[in-house]
Structure formats: C-alpha cells, structure tokens
C-alpha cells in the first residue's frame, strides 16, 4: 500500500491559464473522488470514479472543470481559463468497494491563481 | 438539506489536558460517521462510526456517535503538541450509492507545551 499520490504538489500559474493535475490511487481501489478544500473550510466534493465511469458531479464542478479516469487506474483533474477563485487545495481519494468504507486521501495539490 | 455542524472551530488548550470536539449532524438516510485528522498535508483516517452508544478507541483518541441525538463526539486524553490539527467530521449517506463523504468546517485543535 504505496498510498494516494497527487502530482504536483504545488501549482502556480497566471489567471487564464489551463492547468491539470494527476492522481494515482491506491492499487487495488476501484473507488476514486475529487475534492476541493479552501482555508478554514472542510474538503468539498467535486466528483466520483468508479473505475473508468464518472457516476457524480458536484455543481461545484463548473463547464472550465474536466476529469478524466481512463482504464480505471490514475485520474485526471483539468481546469481551463483559470481564475484567482479556483486557488484552493484539490485533494484525491480512493476506496475499495462495500460500504461503508473510509476515503483514503493523498497530499493533495495546492493551486494558486495569480 | 443535509449539515453537519463542528464546534468549537477552533481550540486552544495546554499538553496533558483533555479535549472534546463536536459533531452534529442532520443527514437524511445516514450511514455513516468519519472522523479524520489532518495537519498540514492530508486528512488521515481515525474512526468510523455506524452504530449508537459503540465506542471506538486508539491510544489517546476515542469516539462515539449517538443516533437518536443525531451527535458524534471525539475526546483526546492527555493532549500533546503533535495532536495539534484540524480535526475533521465527515457523513456518508444511503441516499448516495458512491460512498462519497461530505465533510463539516473542522475543528483546529492547538495544542500548547
């Protein structure tokens, strides 16, 4: 169990630019879910995996917001035409199947907009 | 429309003292109730709660949920200065079928030598 890794760890780039983000689950987790946490605030839920399927999208997931899971394993987070509201920390999780069963998050990736 | 609610938000308190953080909720279908750590980089796991009056326990830490009162509570005996974080309570529901967590504000713990 090598855990949840998120690439970069830090991003900083300039108001309009598009960036993307990586996450690689744990191995043998199907489950996989975007989050977004900003100061002082709990993580929010973006959106969920299971396998390569995207089952749920929060409304906090506007049209610049797109991810990707292809054959099920690492995920992929972009934003396009970033704006300074999108800096926050976007954390990755993943589970194994059954309920009820606890996210394990990774370090999460830290977006400043500038 | 379904909460959870953390207080206090935030707690200061001195190494050796006893800390007790909140967590209610309002959850239609509830599930489940999580309590994870988290310092400055990811949360970490520490308990999962489905059943009433059941207490979990590890070291230090302990938690219990009550059903009827819609309430889960965490208690750190004997803080030290690395249980300083901030203490989040998270909720899964029937309601979805992807085991997603919605997560309260957390509660900052600050723990003095």
């Known amino acids: 169990d090598t855990g949840v890794s998120q690439n970069p760890r830090h991003k900083i780039t300039k108001r309009g630019q598009n960036v993307t983000f990586r996450c690689d689950p744990i191995?043998?987790?199907?489950?996989l879910y975007w989050y977004r946490q900003t100061l002082g605030q709990g993580p929010e839920f973006l959106t969920y995996?299971?396998?390569?399927?995207?089952?749920?999208k929060s409304r906090l997931l506007s049209d610049r917001f797109s991810a990707e899971r292809p054959k099920g394993s690492f995920s992929t987070l972009e934003i396009q035409r970033t704006e300074q509201g999108d800096s926050a920390m976007y954390l990755c999780a993943s589970s194994a199947g059954g309920d009820p069963r606890p996210l394990h998050f990774g370090n999460g990736t830290r977006l400043t907009v500038t | 429309e379904d909460k959870v609610v953390q207080s206090p938000l935030s707690l200061v308190v001195h190494e050796g003292d006893t800390v007790t953080l909140n967590c209610s909720y309002e959850?239609?279908?509830?599930?489940?109730l999580l309590w994870y750590k988290q310092e400055k980089k990811a949360p970490t796991f520490l308990f999962m709660l489905t059943s009433s009056g059941i207490e979990k326990k590890s070291g230090r830490l302990s938690s219990i949920l009550d059903k009827k009162e819609l309430f889960s509570i965490l208690n750190i005996t004997a803080t030290q200065t690395g249980d300083s974080a901030i203490y989040l309570c998270a909720y899964s529901s029937y309601r979805s079928n992807t085991g997603k967590l919605i997560f309260g504000q957390g509660t900052t713990l600050q723990v003095k030598p």
């Open positions: 959850v239609t279908n509830f599930r489940s």
């Open positions: 191995s043998e987790h199907n489950r």
């Open positions: 995996f299971q396998n390569e399927a995207q089952l749920e």
